[in-house]
């Protein structure tokens, strides 16, 4: 929309092009007039909070959840999308669109009852994707589940979660990015960037340190700041830098003893005055818990009522600006804000509304990221892939012969055919217990057409046993659902230890594939033949698993997350209590903390196998502007094509663990082919946080430049000496800036 100084200035231009025109007629042609640059997205955003009346701006930052709520009695909006997470009424006299949101991460997900539930494309879950190490495959799947967003109706997609894995029980790691900030930054990130492409709006979530769901809503999570910086909140800078999202959404949990939407230090002091972000903060439906408080420390839209105890935003708000309590100022901010990232994205020009979706070319995204998450953890005497000759098969546990196994809470996807196994409890939020009709073995069966394939449930451990005795191979799915609300214990339910101790017993040509939210113990590894993390694979999980056990794709997953021997090498062995954790460990999570104190986990960050082997080496490393430019070889030396995950480390002194993840790729070779690949290691990644100086700070000194295919599979190293640097706490690479 033009403002007035636009317009004058518009016009002017045009009467002084056509008065020089007219003079000089005679000696030359007319030349076409100038047009005005038009107004950037911020100045369109302050000239219409000036045209708005204070009810208009309240109007703006205050969310309903989209979504009729029987226990609070709740009817949503008539104008709300059906079954959706949320509300923003528009301002029809100014042209301000409504915000229609849809709960995300994996796909557009619908709440309440079944009449309401639009079945769509799931991707694999969040730490699959993560599980890739592959940035053009995130965001070619935030591309498709944001493009389903937009022609279903959306135009805000509440996806983007970056929390690290400090606690692996948690229940929403399925949703998250691993335990490393770079990679969990990288690929949220590009995920984030993906779904923005469609011009809509993407958040990044959940800000900051929300890493259990036990006790969600009041547990006070305690971090020292110089570990903030260089773990859990580098996350959120990388994933912010790589992909601009136009909101982020503050968590529920508090963080050094304020709640993340009242915590002015994580919102107004970092987001904005270090980061510079532009965006706006929405809250976590049922995360605020003030109005002047929470505005004033930076929270812009309250969300998803009625989840809060109160309104906050609603008469609460317009009571505080008109005391004072809140300035006039502090809510044109809030409202400005909040357009700014409308209008960036595109939500005004590029208005939604439904329209046809491509299920059948989205499949092929959803599956492929299946493909390059699932990690292929171990294969003794190269027994997979599995021979299409095979006669006899014997498919045992998970629900193998219906579906693949889903996580649970406000991101589940409802898939096109209905769940695959009806009926498990708990039915009701944070359930149904859903599996997407991508049965596993069906897909088998039609890779080894000639073969006798049978079904044992699992229920009866003797029963499977005698069916793998009478089999040429077994495959043993174990599942563990988790989700929103509840964390989960890292062994597996319902005796699956012992199904998979019993049918490996009974034939040492024993696969296991797993189905789960995140790490688990695994104290059969060494029994079976072959295990793969298939993690929780999307609506397409089924041909993607069948795909990989027969080699009609290589594995090339790796760990985005160690998985532990056993509970008393975390650091906090009990389960997650309620009240204060205090993260003791700081910024030493996961891999670092196994480094650190000199663990040897089950299986280590980064690892990773493939049907071909890999070698990597004539590595050098060099200073290079503000960072180190690192050099290698990869060749493949096997005898079929695959994707290897070369990943650079740096080792540095005073700081939280011996090594660091510096810069990764995922590189595609044929036999025999080599590749040179130069990447470059963020400085921030060599620096430790200086809180005096309020800067990242280089110290000067020797450093190792490390490349390996996991965390604990080194292949070469070098010694490169940097001088001392310091940092602003702003800095950014320029591609992010």
């Known amino acids: 929309m033009m403002t007035r100084a636009w317009t004058t200035g518009l016009m002017l231009t045009l009467l002084a092009g056509t008065a020089a025109s007219a003079a000089a007629a005679p000696k030359r042609t007319p030349t076409r007039p100038r047009v005005a640059t038009p107004a950037s997205p911020e100045a369109r955003a302050a000239a219409l909070v000036r045209k708005m009346t204070r009810d208009e701006k309240l109007t703006l930052v205050f969310g ?5 709520f029987a226990p609070k009695k709740f009817t949503t909006p008539k104008e ?18 409504p915000q229609w949101q849809t709960d995300a991460g994996v796909g557009v997900a619908t709440q309440g009852g079944a009449v309401q539930k639009r079945e769509r494309t799931a991707l694999p879950s969040g730490l699959a994707t993560a599980a890739s190490w592959n940035r053009d495959l995130a965001f070619a799947g935030g591309a498709m589940i944001g493009d389903e967003a937009r022609n279903s109706g959306f135009n805000v997609m509440l996806a983007g979660g970056v929390n690290l894995m400090r606690e692996p029980r948690n229940g929403r790691n399925f949703e998250y990015g691993g335990e490393d900030p770079l990679l969990a930054g990288a690929i949220v990130g590009a995920q984030i960037a993906g779904i923005q492409s469609n011009r809509i709006i993407s958040t990044v979530k959940h800000y900051a ?5 036990t006790d969600r809503f009041k547990a006070n999570s305690i971090v020292e700041e110089s570990a903030l910086r260089t773990s859990d909140l580098l996350a959120f800078q990388f994933a912010i830098e790589r992909s601009n999202p136009g909101s982020v959404m503050c968590s529920y949990n508090r963080i050094n003893g304020d709640y993340g939407c009242e915590n002015d230090f994580l919102l107004n002091q970092v987001l904005r005055k270090d980061w510079k972000w532009p965006g706006y903060v929405m809250s976590d439906w049922g995360a605020t818990h003030s109005a002047a408080k929470a505005a004033n420390a930076g929270l812009d839209q309250d969300s998803g009522f009625p989840f809060d105890d109160q309104p906050w935003f609603g008469e ?5 600006v008109a005391s004072g309590a809140v300035s006039e100022a502090q809510l044109d901010g809030m409202a400005t804000r909040i357009l700014r990232s409308m209008i960036a994205h595109g939500l005004f020009e590029h208005p939604v509304a439904e329209a046809a979706i491509d299920y059948d070319s989205h499949a092929v995204v959803t599956r492929r990221d299946a493909e390059e998450g699932a990690v292929l953890l171990k294969n003794a005497g190269a027994l997979l892939p599995l021979s299409p000759a095979t006669k006899r098969i014997a498919v045992i546990g998970g629900h193998a012969d219906k579906g693949v196994l889903a996580g649970g809470g ?18 009701a939020w944070p359930g149904p217990i859903m599996y997407y009709p991508s049965s596993p073995m069906d897909a088998i069966a039609k890779q080894a057409p000639g073969a006798q394939v049978r079904f044992a449930s699992g229920e009866d451990s003797a029963a499977a046993a005698a069916l793998a005795q009478d089999s040429d191979v077994a495959i043993v799915f174990v599942t563990q659902w988790a989700g929103e609300g509840f964390d989960v214990p890292l062994s597996l339910s319902d005796n699956q230890d012992a199904l998979i101790a019993a049918v490996a017993a009974a034939n040492p040509r024993t696969v296991v594939v797993m189905e789960t939210g995140g790490p688990v113990l695994t104290p059969w590894i060494d029994q079976v033949g072959a295990a793969l993390a298939a993690w929780y694979p999307g609506t397409e999980g089924g041909t993607a698993i069948a795909n990989l056990l027969f080699g009609k794709v290589n594995p090339s997953g790796h760990l985005p997350a160690t998985f532990p021997r056993s509970l008393d090498q975390l650091p906090r062995p009990t389960a997650p209590n309620p009240g204060e954790t205090i993260y003791s460990e700081g910024a030493t999570v996961g891999y670092k903390w196994y480094d650190a104190k000199g663990l040897e986990p089950q299986f280590p960050f980064g690892h990773g196998l493939s049907y071909t082997d890999f070698s990597l080496g004539g590595l050098s490393a060099a200073p290079t502007g503000a960072g180190v430019s690192v050099t290698f070889m990869v060749r493949n030396t096997g005898a079929v094509a695959g994707k290897a995950v070369p990943q650079v480390y740096v080792a540095g002194t005073g700081w939280e663990a011996p090594k660091r993840l510096g810069a990764f790729d995922k590189v595609a070779l044929e036999p025999g082919a080599s590749k040179r690949v130069t990447l470059r290691v963020d400085p921030r990644l060599l620096a430790t946080w200086d809180p005096a100086g309020h800067q990242w700070r280089i110290a000067a000194g020797n450093y190792d430049v ?4 996991s965390s604990r599979d080194i292949a070469q190293k070098v010694t490169i000496r940097l001088p001392a640097r310091t940092l602003p706490v702003g800095w950014a690479p320029p591609a992010a800036r």
């Open 80 to 97: 709300a999308r059906p079954g959706s997470a949320g509300y923003v009424p528009g301002i029809p006299r100014l042209g301000i669109p």
């Open 64 to 68: 309903y959840f989209g979504t009729d």
């Open 410 to 427: 406000s991101s589940l996807v409802y898939p096109r055919g209905g769940n695959a196994v009806p009926g498990l409890m708990p039915a």
């Open 209 to 213: 340190v929300n890493d259990q769901e």
């Open 316 to 320: 609460p708000l317009k009571q505080a």
């Open 706 to 709: 490390i490349v390996g295919q």
